[in-house]
């Protein structure tokens, strides 16, 4: 069963020269527990799609339909029953994390910080659970890593932080946007991994926004794929990859076959 689920989603900007809908009409369901890929070219509204989930977008944006998350409608929540699913019961990790942690922080103090808000753990229970959370995203010393500030760290150790902090509240739903960007092979593969493993250990449902074909199909149940705004074919993994239906979909599984080679799965264990 679903327990997340978009109705006729439409994300539209209100300009001064002429609006730009970049979400149109959408319908998806995310099952409980899946590994949920959207993926599509740039520009398609994937991103977009997924700020619409937590209504982060700037105020000139205008978002219509439905976005059902266990029965209740996150676009009727007021804003504080938004911050409180925000952050506790879904998550989003960015792109780019050194944009989103604060540079003058450190990271235990920016790990530390939401459990204490959304669960009221005292500080010493807040730092446990951080350097648990650190050590399950793949980081040894985490408390050497807790006493760092984001300059000090490279870009994989950043993503790894980035997913911890993501995790460390145990949510129901981690999307995450473009993880892998700015990384090498190497470290895409590492970051896969550990996205895999967390959320399936901790049951945690993964929307993941991705151009990474092979991550798609290594580490998600399950694709949609978006195409100027909508979603225009949603498959089981295995099924998408061999025998795409949509126009669209073909394209982009015939290119990647021809490109990528011999595909190889991401995760460290078997698929169930």
Not at 74 to 83: A, I, M, Q, V
Not at 208 to 232: E, Q, Y
Request: glycine share 6%.
């Amino acid at each position: 069963m679903s327990f997340l689920e978009l109705q006729n989603l439409e994300s539209t900007f209100v300009r001064e020269n002429g609006n730009v809908t970049a979400v149109r009409g959408v319908d998806l369901e995310v099952v409980r527990c899946s590994r949920h890929a959207l993926i599509g070219q740039t520009g398609a509204g994937k991103s977009i799609l997924g700020l619409s989930i937590l209504r982060l977008l700037p105020e000139n944006a205008r978002i219509t339909g439905k976005v059902l998350f266990r029965s209740g409608d996150l676009l009727s929540c007021t804003e504080k029953e938004l911050r409180d699913i925000r952050g506790k019961e879904i998550i989003m990790v960015f792109q780019n994390p050194l944009a989103t942690l604060n540079p003058v922080l450190s990271i235990e103090k920016q790990l530390c910080e939401m459990p204490m808000h959304h669960e009221g753990l005292n500080l010493c229970e807040a730092k446990a659970r951080a350097e648990q959370m650190l050590e399950l995203c793949g980081l040894r010393e985490p408390q050497k890593v807790m006493k760092s500030h984001p300059f000090e760290m490279s870009g994989g150790m950043l993503q790894r932080v980035a997913i911890a902090m993501g995790i460390i509240c145990r949510p129901s739903l981690l999307i995450a946007d473009e993880p892998f960007k700015g990384l090498d092979v190497s470290l895409q593969k590492q970051v896969a991994s550990i996205l895999y493993k967390v959320c399936r250990e901790l049951e945690i449902t993964l929307l993941i926004i991705t151009h990474n074909l092979k991550v798609a199909k290594s580490l998600c149940d399950f694709v949609s794929v978006m195409h100027r705004g909508k979603i225009v074919e949603t498959a089981n993994s295995k099924n998408f990859f061999s025998s795409p239906c949509h126009p669209y979909s073909k394209s982009i599984v015939n290119a990647f076959k021809t490109f990528s080679g011999q595909l190889r799965d991401y995760q460290d264990h078997d698929r169930d």
